[in-house]
T-cell receptor
Framework: SQKIEQNSEALNIQEGKTATLTCNYT??????LQWYRQDPGRGPVFLLL?????KEKRKERLKVTFDTTLKQSLFHITASQPADSATYLC???????????FGKGTTLSVSS | DVKVTQSSRYLVKRTGEKVFLECVQD?????MFWYRQDPGLGLRLIYF???????EKGDIPEGYSVSREKKERFSLILESASTNQTSMYLC????????????FGPGTRLLVL
């Protein structure tokens, strides 16, 4: 069956550390993978997109990797801050004229 | 900046009422989507539309219908609201097929009593 999983519902880390969130999928072949941030009571906000032929993408303190062999994407936030506390969603983009397929999200809490 | 607006942030309705949720985007996006989000279940796609007057069922269309008479507006209709439709409803839009980055509205928290 087709699945997309974000490995943990919650992740707690200390300020200044690197947060690493995982997104795994089975029986899909996404052309792109996207990451979104969602704050409580608000809609998700797009952060980054990585293509299947890209291994890594960076944006300021954010880094995303995409391994199509492992069927996995890692999302890193370096030098994390309490303001990074939010839920992070990964989404598969199949580029097949279908809608994005979202994971359930990982809630990150960064303590000072 | 893309702006997606939803008609209400909070809504309280009674069982059996017909409920309209409105979504408007201001960036001439072709694609529009309706999701509901519940704790532990994540985002679930209800309906989406790739063009005016077109609609496609998502994963959980039962009990809902949609209308897209104009490109910028996508309405979600609960024909006869039930308590299990209490949820956060999120609207999103994206530029066109093949450019699927989605821009979300602020959400409508619906309570059905």
């Amino acid at each position: 069956s087709q699945k997309i999983e974000q490995n943990s519902e919650a992740l707690n880390i200390q300020e200044g550390k690197t947060a690493t969130l995982t997104c795994n999928y089975t029986n899909y072949s996404p052309a792109y993978l996207q990451w979104y941030r969602q704050d409580p009571g608000r809609g998700p906000v797009f952060l980054l997109l990585i293509r299947e032929n890209e291994k890594e993408k960076r944006k300021e303190r954010l880094k995303v990797t995409f391994d199509t062999t492992l069927k996995q994407s890692l999302f890193h936030i370096t030098a994390s801050q309490p303001a990074d506390s939010a839920t992070y969603l990964c989404a598969l983009d199949l580029q097949a004229g279908t809608a994005l397929i979202f994971g359930k999200g990982t809630t990150l809490s960064v303590s000072s | 900046d893309v702006k997606v607006t939803q008609s209400s942030r909070y809504l309280v309705k009674r069982t059996g009422e017909k409920v309209f949720l409105e979504c408007v985007q201001d960036m001439d996006h072709e694609n529009m989507f309706w999701y509901r989000q519940d704790p532990g279940l994540g985002l679930r796609l209800i309906y989406f539309s790739y063009d005016v007057k077109m609609k496609e069922k998502g994963d959980i269309p039962e009990g809902y219908s949609v209308s897209r008479e104009k490109k910028e507006r996508f309405s979600l209709i609960l024909e006869s609201a039930s308590t299990n439709q209490t949820s956060m409803y999120l609207c999103a839009s994206s530029f066109k097929r093949g450019q699927e980055t989605q821009y979300f509205g602020p959400g409508t928290r619906l309570l059905v009593l």
